[in-house]
């Protein structure tokens, strides 16, 4: 696992969102992610690479669906205008709040 990754998963496990490290749904608070051209300066805003890189660190921990997942990943570029072997940041919170985001 990189570096980059591990800061992550780190700061996340800190925030209480244990499932994705895990793989247990129940455990932590339930995590999701908002995908952004640009930071929103919160503690769990990150930054990837390119598109593969994210799904690097999503088959890492996530694999459930992950073909589909991709699928709304790509689609999801798409509709935000982002190039995929560009960087992004990806916004990660509690699912539930995206209002609050």
Do not use: W
Request: proline share 3%; hydrophobic share 40%.
């Amino acid at each position: 696992m990189n570096d980059n990754f591990k800061n992550i998963l780190d700061a996340l496990i800190k925030e209480g969102f244990h499932s994705l490290t895990e793989k247990k749904e129940h455990e932590g608070r339930p995590l999701d992610f908002k995908i952004t051209p640009y930071s929103l300066n919160t503690k769990l805003s990150f930054k990837f690479e390119s598109l593969d890189h994210f799904v690097a660190f999503l088959k890492l921990h996530d694999t459930d669906n992950l073909e589909q997942k991709t699928a709304v990943l790509q689609a999801t570029f798409t509709d935000l205008s982002l190039n995929p072997n560009e960087f992004f940041y990806v916004n990660f919170f509690e699912k539930g709040k995206e209002a609050e985001m």
